[in-house]
């Protein structure tokens, strides 16, 4: 009977290790998505931002899944270790296993942590890309608007107009 708890605890430090392997699995699927995206971002290939997103929701649910999974293995890590039930982190729990599987599982952990952040500066350089993007276009229609030729001009309201962005205007035919 003594024995069963740290049979248990076992069970719960292999849980906690698949679980890591299978996020990381996971944030390496995300790397290439975001590589993915990057590459469509510098071709402007917009139709493959909708199979790309749709990569993206099926990993990150994936992830959420694999999240609440990790939250009741460490519930019951953080019982078994008698840890704290509120702001308990993996690092505090595996710190009192004070097991050789536990060091293991916190290097695993720590490499885990560095493609986490690795992926966050992949998603920041996108959104620096997409933000260039946008500022090239709206100069670009900035630098396109000129005075209209002519009173022959309407509004999208269909008031007359003397001048204004010609994306806005309709001419008068006939």
Known sequence: MGRLPIVNESISLDELSNILTRESVQCDLLAQNIVQEREAIK????????????SRIA?????RILKEELDVVLDRLASAYHGPE????????????????????????????D?????????????????NI???????????????????????????????????????EG
């Not at 990993?59 to 992830?63: F, N």
């Not at 308990?88 to 720590?110: D, F, V």
């Not at 493609?115 to 620096?128: C, G, L, M, P």
């Open 43 to 54: 071709r402007l290939a917009f139709p493959e931002f909708v199979s790309i997103n749709h």
């Open 59 to 63: 990993i990150l649910e994936c992830l």
């Open 86 to 113: 509120t702001g308990r982190t993996l690092t505090e729990i595996l710190r009192q296993a004070h097991s050789p599987q536990a060091e293991g599982i916190m290097q695993q952990y720590e490499r885990l942590a």
């Open 115 to 131: 493609k986490v952040r690795a992926v966050k500066q992949d998603i920041a350089v996108n959104q620096i890309l997409i933000k």
């Open 134 to 172: 946008q500022s090239f276009l709206i100069r670009a229609m900035d630098a396109h608007r000129q005075p209209s030729p002519g009173e022959d001009l309407y509004t999208v309201s269909g008031s007359r107009s003397n001048s204004g962005m010609p994306a806005a205007l309709i001419r008068r």
